[in-house]
DNA sequence: CATGAATGAGCTTTCATTCAT
DNA sequence: AATGAATGAAAGCTCATTCAT
């Protein structure tokens, strides 16, 4: 939607402070008026955005992953098309990052926007059981993930970190050391 | 300094939306115009406490850091004194994170508050030379310190770890698991 | 337009020093925000105002002069005019007079602003052509004018002056004595 | 003092807007606190400033004036004495123009302001006596007198008017041609 | 007398939101 | 549904003035 591409944009220019209604909608090429008639007001309108985008990201990630394949292959795939997703568009993490902290968020909408990514958890619990990365609290697991992944990403939006087979095959080894059994 | 005391406060609560300069005051005890004898302004206000609590997170890190000890223990030593500062003061790294992706930061500044981490970057560089981490460009490195220091610090915070040895160990076990040679 | 108007007025009553935006505003029947829907700024609205009476006040001396008349009478035509113009409101006068020691005043709005009086540069060059008027440097003749324009303004303000067929004639033929040949 | 010149030149590069206690403290060299020590506050400061010009210029231009001399060369030496003055410290007029339409006048001060000037109201009224001016109202008078020395002054500050013995001539001729009779 | 840090009322400006069209 | 002019609360910031030293 329109609405949501010049949110984005505008974010990655001026930042969460900078992102006003009316800048909003200028770059939507819409009225100011107009954004009230989809949204009731900028609140939800950026919390739906972190909905979306939410989804979308999951849906990326897990639309094309293929189950049946060994843990190890399993994860890398995870993690490469995790990370594949960020550096396609990295308006999304810039967006995501702030929303985090912002007076937006609450914790409904933060449970909701973990809810597509439950396969994940599923996966890490089985390779758990299975003796194949450690037997900790999902917690540690999804800290490596997440970790490795917001900051290859941030590393990569600042060229020191190119991205290629090689350049994919150090990060997984890494994420894999950090959590293989 | 009350002023930094009061903003950090105002923005754990706040956010970096929430956080006005009238509002900081008043947290502070003091007059809002005072504000301005003693920062030209609210940027400048922002920035000089961003560079204040990366020198003294520095400082804590590396103060009474032993250089002599093998470099896993270092590793450990550095690793576990930086979540520990971390928790000390949640409010800490709440700011700091917002003020990356604010309309605040600038190149020169960012530069400005790398330079108190310059020795760890030179352990990192040895500890590549002697074989002991992986040989891989420094960004990968220091991704994983960073990354999974945040991550943790994060999980920590919302009570999904916990503080303490057997925990401590689990974390830099997985540290050590990503970057060992 | 109610803005300019109200501007006006306040600067009699207040000067320019106590004419806020706040002001004006109310003065206008408008709220405060308004104002930036149609200026940028206070300096634009300063701008604009002393722009828009520089052109009022060509056009009502310059409109229905007849240029088919001998030397002296056009001066008295333009003269007199410019005083009956300038009495009709001394709102404009005062406006005029401090927004010309303003720091809002620049180069350009400046010679902008002569612009629509240039007719009146032609005649005193044709005048001082034709040996009607003294043949010195235009800066000599147009301080006259400008200089007796303004005092006898001021003068009548303070009603020391009346406005009269008899004091008309008195201003011009001061007028006249210093500047005929 | 050098509270005055602090100020005049503050007036000349920022205007009376821009005149603030701070700066008139700093420029002068001395701290805020001390301003208040020798004026009760910015009103008295400004009204004091603006009496102590118009003595000193009615000193300048009255001390030395020879007024055994015929009417002529008596009107002569005042105005060019009084332009000599002008141009002397542009400055002075500058603050002159902004007080007389700042918030700080009052009609007291105002009188207070012409007294040092009756002399030459005296001459006036001798002159037209003995039929040498016009035998109209002083206010005409004093009217050329001011428009002209005001608009010829400035003028010279734009560099359209040179300051010389043929220019001297050529404003006299003017002032006198509107006044003699 | 002299200081200058501290004050807070009041200024200019912004921006989410409304509503008549 | 769509508009965009109008709103006014609230933001950042200034500055005449005070007062403990």
Known sequence: MAIYTATLHLNEDLGFTGMTMAKIAKE?????????????????????????????KAKNILYELNLNQPYKALFKSLFISSIANAIADFRESAFLEQYYRSPFINESVKIEGMQPFTPIFQIIEEAKKDLVI?????????????GLLNEFTKSMKENQISWNESSQQIMFDMLWGSIKN
Chains 1, 2, 3, 4 share one sequence.
């Open 28 to 56: 939507a090429g819409i009225a100011t008026g107009t954004l009230y008639v989809y949204f009731k007001n900028k609140h939800e309108l950026i919390n739906s955005l972190y909905l979306y985008l939410k989804k979308q």
């Open 134 to 146: 450690k037997d900790v609290d999902t917690a540690y697991i999804f800290s490596c993930l997440n």
